[in-house]
Nanobody, 119 residues
Framework: QVQLEESGGGLVQAGGSLRLSCAAS????????VGWYRQALGKQRELVAIITPDLPTKYADSVKDRFTVSRDNAKNMMYLQMNNLKPEDTAVYYC?????????????WGQGTQVTVSS
């Protein structure tokens, strides 16, 4: 079974940038839909960005024009480039992959990486 592992989180000042990576232990090609979610302390997990074949990449309104999601099937990697970070972006970030169209609780999830943005 393919596993996902995030990296690249850390502490950054507001206005700074981070690039999160998500490595798949097997072929990412076996997954149709991939994406990033985040969960802030005391809040529900929310969608950040998602890539679905033949559909426009979807971003949460709060991260549009600041975050960019990408996948590299040849390297079995996903990325989340985060620019102009804000304190409200502080959360644990998770990558996820799904063989179907919709990511859900039974999809493949990473363990998460903490992103902390200081003001």
């Amino acid at each position: 079974q393919v596993q996902l592992e995030e990296s690249g989180g850390g502490l950054v000042q507001a206005g700074g940038s981070l690039r999160l990576s998500c490595a798949a232990s097997g072929s990412l090609l076996s997954f149709k839909t991939v994406g990033w979610y985040r969960q802030a302390l005391g809040k529900q997990r929310e969608l950040v960005a998602i890539i679905t074949p033949d559909l426009p990449t979807k971003y949460a309104d709060s991260v549009k024009d600041r975050f960019t999601v990408s996948r590299d099937n040849a390297k079995n990697m996903m990325y989340l480039q985060m620019n102009n970070l804000k304190p409200e972006d502080t959360a644990v970030y998770y990558c996820a992959a799904e063989k179907g169209w919709f990511i859900n609780t039974r999809s493949t999830w990473g363990q998460g990486t903490q992103v902390t943005v200081s003001s």
